[in-house]
C-alpha cells in the first residue's frame, strides 16, 4: 500500500505542477518563470561531503564527483526536465546518494535545453561527454542513468553510440524514462487521467520545442522504435500512475525480446520520477539501483574473499 507521504505529494503535485503541463501556454510560463531562480550547482552540502571539479564542454558546466579510492566505475547521470527545465536539488540528493553508497565518479552535464537549444546542442554536448569519458575509463566501466527526460537520453545515447561504432556502457538505470512520445498507444491518454504530474498537452509543446522538427517516431526521439539490440543491462523503475508507464511496459518486453537483459520494477500507486523524492518507496526503489550495479562488482584492489559475506548479508 502507498505510504502517507506519497499520498501526500501526490496532492501537492496535481495542484502544482500538474499544472505546468496541462496546456502549451502553461508550459510556457512555467519554462519563463524557472529561467529566473534556476540554479544548476549542487547545493553546498554536497560539497562538504564530496569532492566536486567542474569543468565546460561546449560552454556548458560539467560537474565530476569524486569516486572512493580505488574504484574504477563511473556513472554519467543525465538529468529530467522534460528537456525545459535545468537540474533540480531532489536530482542532486539523488546523485550524492549514489555517490555516497556506490562509491563510483559520477558526472553530471548541465546540458544545453529548450527552447533555447535543442535536439542537436543536447546530444552534441552529451555525446562529447561520452567519447571523453570513454578516453579514460573502459565502457564496462560505465554506467548511463537517468531520470525521465534523461532517461530516454540515456537510451538514445547508447543507440547513436552504437551507430557510431563506440563501445558501449555496461549498464542502464532508467527512473521513469519517456521512451515513446508518438501517442501511439491510447493507454497513454487513459492513463494521464490518474498521473498527479504529467499532462499530454504540455508535454507535446515540450518535445515540440525539443525535437528540432524530427517526427515523433523518430528512434531519436522515441527509442523506443529504434534497435533495442544494442542495449546493456538495464534496470527500469517505473510507477502505475505515471502516464509513461504503458510505454516503458511496452519498451521492457521490446528490449527483452530483442535479448536485452531487463529487470523491471513497477511500483503500486506511485507518480513519475517518484525515486527523487524521501519516502519509503524512494527509499526501496533506491535499494534496488545499488543492488543492482553492486551486483558482482568488485573495486579496484579489493580483496574479494572479503566481498562475499557483505554481499550475501545485503541479500
Known amino acids: 500500500m502507498p505510504s502517507f507521504k506519497s499520498h501526500l505529494v501526490s496532492l501537492v503535485l496535481r495542484y502544482s505542477r500538474k499544472k505546468a503541463f496541462a496546456s502549451p501556454e502553461n508550459l510556457q510560463r512555467w519554462i519563463a518563470a524557472a529561467r529566473k531562480t534556476e540554479d544548476h550547482r ?11 571539479e567542474t569543468r565546460t564542454v561546449d560552454g556548458f558546466p560539467v560537474y565530476e564527483i569524486a569516486p572512493r579510492a580505488g574504484e574504477r566505475r563511473r556513472i554519467l547521470y543525465l538529468h529530467g526536465g522534460a528537456y525545459v527545465f535545468e537540474i533540480t536539488p531532489y536530482h542532486w540528493h539523488l546523485i550524492a546518494d549514489m555517490a555516497d553508497r556506490l562509491g563510483y565518479a559520477v558526472t553530471v552535464p548541465i546540458y544545453p535545453i529548450a527552447p533555447e537549444y535543442d535536439f542537436h ?3 552534441g554536448m552529451v555525446g562529447k561527454i561520452y567519447r571523453q569519458m570513454l578516453d579514460d575509463t573502459e565502457a564496462e566501466d560505465i554506467i548511463f542513468m537517468g531520470d525521465s527526460a534523461g532517461g530516454n537520453m540515456a537510451v538514445v545515447l547508447t543507440m547513436m553510440a552504437a551507430e557510431e561504432g563506440l563501445p ?23 492513463a494521464e487521467r490518474d498521473d498527479p504530474w504529467l499532462g499530454i498537452a504540455g508535454g507535446r509543446e515540450a ?3 525539443y525535437s528540432a522538427g524530427m517526427d515523433p517516431s523518430d528512434w531519436h ?3 523506443v522504435y529504434g534497435d533495442l539490440s544494442v542495449l546493456p543491462k538495464t534496470l527500469l523503475l517505473t510507477g502505475s500512475r505515471d502516464l509513461l508507464t504503458p510505454d516503458n511496459l511496452i519498451f521492457a518486453q521490446k528490449a527483452r525480446d530483442a535479448g536485452v537483459e531487463v529487470e523491471l520494477v513497477h511500483e503500486e500507486g506511485m ?18 539501483i545499488v543492488a543492482f550495479l553492486g551486483e558482482g562488482h568488485s573495486p579496484v584492489g579489493a580483496d574479494k574473499s572479503l566481498e562475499a559475506p557483505s554481499a550475501e548479508a545485503a541479500q
Open 271 to 288: 507518480f513519475h520520477v517518484w525515486p527523487l523524492i524521501d519516502m519509503p518507496e524512494s527509499r526501496r526503489a533506491r535499494e534496488r
Open 168 to 190: 558501449l556502457p555496461s549498464h542502464h538505470v532508467l527512473i521513469s524514462p519517456g521512451l515513446d512520445v508518438s501517442l501511439a498507444n491510447p493507454a497513454v491518454f487513459e
Open 207 to 209: 518535445i515540440r520545442l
Open 42 to 52: 549542487p547545493p553546498a552540502s554536497l560539497n562538504q561531503r564530496f569532492a566536486i
Open 121 to 123: 546542442a543536447m546530444f
Open 221 to 223: 526521439i522515441s527509442p
